[in-house]
C-alpha cells in the first residue's frame, strides 16, 4: 500500500444478485499513469469503477485509493468521475452545470479553465438540453475536471463524440498525466487502448491480462490490439 | 388506415403493461382499495353526533321530546346538567346540548316550541343530523298535542361558526393545508426522481458531499418554493376567497410551512421506491387519497370506524387539519393543548421523514 500507487484493489468480488460482477480482481495504477480498462458490455468495468469511489461496496479484498482505504469521504473530493451517460442537469447551462460541480467540490475557480479544455467556452450559456450528445459528453468531461482531481475515473468517455475532438481528448488526458493526474478510462474503442500506457482485459468480472499494448500484443501473439483482444478473450469462460 | 399497424400499437401497448406489475396494480387494485375505504368510512361509521339534554321543564313537554330524541338514530343522548354544556362543547366530548327551558311545556300550551339548542359547530357534518333529529322529535310532539297553530322556533347558536358561515368556511382551513402538502409532494418526487434517474445523483454520491448535505439542501430548496406557495394560497384564501379566520394568520403559516417541509421529504423519501416517474406519479393516488379521505377533511375522525380511526391517527394530515380548523374556526392559539398537541406531531413527522429520506439514500444508489 505504497504511496506509488493512486490506486490499489486487492482480491475484490461483487455480484449483483446471481450474476458475478467482479471476480476476485486486483488492480494496481500508478500515479501519473494512462490506464485503460477494456472489456465488452457487461465486463465489470463500469462495477470497478464505482468500486473505486465507494458507490459499490466489495463483499472481500481491499480498496486504497490515493492511499486511504476507501471508502473515505475526504479522497473523493480528489476524485473527478465522469459517469457514462452524460449526467447533467439538462435546466442549466453548461456553465451552471460546471460551476456546480465545482461548489459540491469546494472548488471556486477553474470554471473557465475547464470550459476552455473542451472547448465549449463559447457555448457556455446554452442550456444543456439544447446541446447535442457529443457537446454534453464535453460537458460532462468539464465538470469531472473542473476541480483539478489526482484522479480521473473516465466511464467510455468519448462515445458519442466527433474524431477531431476524441484526438483533443486524449491529448488533454496525456498533458494531464504529465502534470501528474492518475487517470483510468473504460472502453472498448481499440485505438483509445493504444494511447493507455498500460491495459486491464476485463471479461466476466475476471482480470484476463495485464500490460503495455506491447506487451498484451505479445501475450496473445497478435499484430494489433484487436485482434489480441479478441483472441484473449475468447479463452475467458463463460459463468 | 390498416388494422395491422393498429393491432401493432395496441399489441406493444398491452405487452408493455405486463411487464409492469406495479401499474397493473394499480389500476386494478387502487379502485377496489378507495372504493371499499369510502364505503366501509361512510356505511361502518360507529359513531353519531353526541348530544347532552338539558330538561329543566316542570311539565311533561320537554321529557317527551328527550324521549324521542333518545330513540333517534342519528345522534346519541345523554342527560347533563345546564352548567356542564358549555364546557363540554369546547372539550369536544358533545356536538350539541339542547336546553328544554323551566317554561317549555307552558309555552308549548300556549303554541311556540321553543328549545334551546347549542351547536359546537366547527364540524359541518355533525351540526345536520342533530338539527333533524330535534325537528323530527318536535313534530312527534306536535302530533301528540291536539289543536292547530303552533310556532316551531328552536333557538340555536353557535359556539364556533354558525349562520354567516358557509362550506367554503369550513373546508377551506382544511383545503390550505391539503393543497401544499399535496402539491410540493408531487414537485418533490419527480426532481429528486430526475436527479436518480439522469445520473446526477451518482454523481453527487461519488463527490465530497455527505447525505445529510444532499437531503438538507433538497429540502431548503424546495421549502423557499413551498414557503412562497403557501404565502399566495393563504393571501389568496384569506383575501380574495374570504374564507373565515378567527386565528392568528402567523400560525397558520407555521402550520403549512411544517406540512410543506414534510411532504419535501416524504417526496424525497418515497422517490426512493420509484424507478421512473411514470410510477413515482401512481405514489400520489397511494398517498393523497387515503390521506384526503381519512384526515378529517370531509369526515370528523371521530365519526369514523374505530379502526379507521387508528388509521387517521398516525397520518400528518389528520394533524394540520385539525390544527388549521382550530386556529381559523375557533380561533385557538399556541397556548391551546389541542393545538401543541397538532403541531407537535407534524413536527414529530418532519423529523422522522427527514430521518427516513436521508438513511435510504445510499441504499438504492449502490
Known sequence: MSDLYAVDVEGVSKSFGAVTALDDVTLRVKRGEIYGLLGPNGAGKTTLIRLLVGLVESRAGSVSVLGKRMPDVDVLRHIGYMTQQAALYPGLSVEENVRFFAAINGVEDGVKEALEKVELYQRRGSVVSTLSGGMRQRCSLACAIVHRPQLLLLDEPTVGVDPQLRVQFWEDFRRMAESGTTIIVSSHVMDEAERCQRLGLIQYGKMLAEGTPGEIRSIAGSQNLEDAFLKLAGTGTRS | ?366
Open chain 2, 1 to 366: 388506415m390498416s388494422g395491422h399497424r393498429v393491432a401493432a400499437i395496441t399489441r406493444r401497448l398491452l405487452q408493455q403493461f405486463r411487464r409492469d406489475r406495479r401499474t397493473l396494480a394499480l389500476l386494478f387494485v387502487a379502485p377496489i382499495v378507495i372504493l371499499a375505504l369510502l364505503g366501509y368510512l361512510i356505511r361502518g361509521s360507529a359513531s353519531v353526533p353526541s348530544v347532552g339534554i338539558v330538561n329543566e321543564d316542570q311539565g311533561p313537554a320537554g321529557a317527551a321530546i328527550a324521549a324521542a330524541l333518545a330513540r333517534s338514530s342519528g345522534i346519541s343522548t345523554s342527560a347533563i346538567s345546564a352548567a356542564d354544556g358549555e364546557s363540554k362543547l369546547k372539550d369536544g366530548s358533545l356536538a350539541a346540548y339542547i336546553v328544554f327551558p323551566s317554561d317549555f311545556s307552558q309555552l308549548a300550551q300556549s303554541g311556540t316550541i321553543a328549545p334551546e339548542v347549542h351547536l359546537e359547530g366547527s364540524q359541518p357534518g355533525t351540526t345536520a343530523p342533530v338539527l333533524q333529529a330535534l325537528q323530527a322529535a318536535m313534530v312527534t310532539l306536535v302530533a301528540q298535542i291536539p289543536g292547530a297553530g303552533f310556532h316551531v322556533q328552536p333557538q340555536v347558536s353557535y359556539l364556533y361558526g354558525g349562520q354567516g358561515f358557509d362550506t367554503l368556511d369550513y373546508f377551506g382551513a382544511a383545503f390550505i393545508g391539503l393543497i401544499v402538502f399535496f402539491l410540493v409532494f408531487v414537485v418533490t418526487i419527480v426532481s429528486f426522481l430526475n436527479e436518480r434517474s439522469q445520473g446526477t445523483l451518482e454523481r453527487l454520491m461519488a463527490s465530497p458531499l455527505r447525505r445529510g448535505e444532499i437531503v438538507l439542501g433538497y429540502m431548503l430548496g424546495f421549502s423557499v418554493l413551498a414557503l412562497l406557495q403557501s404565502v399566495e394560497v393563504l393571501v389568496f384564501s384569506l383575501a380574495v376567497l374570504k374564507v373565515h379566520n378567527s386565528g392568528n394568520v402567523a400560525v397558520i403559516f407555521g402550520i403549512e410551512a411544517l406540512m410543506a417541509i414534510a411532504a419535501v421529504n416524504l417526496g424525497i423519501f418515497l422517490s426512493m421506491f420509484a424507478r421512473t416517474e411514470f410510477q413515482a406519479v401512481q405514489f400520489i393516488p397511494l398517498v393523497i387519497v387515503p390521506q384526503f379521505l381519512l384526515s378529517g377533511i370531509l369526515f370528523s375522525v371521530s365519526s369514523e370506524p374505530k379502526p379507521l380511526q387508528a388509521l387517521s391517527d398516525v397520518l400528518p394530515l389528520t394533524y394540520a387539519v385539525s390544527g388549521l380548523r382550530d386556529v381559523m374556526l375557533k380561533g385557538a392559539d399556541l397556548t391551546w393543548s389541542s393545538l401543541q398537541l397538532d403541531v407537535g406531531v407534524v413536527l414529530a413527522f418532519v423529523v422522522v421523514l427527514i430521518a427516513a429520506g436521508t438513511a435510504t439514500l445510499r441504499r438504492r444508489i449502490a
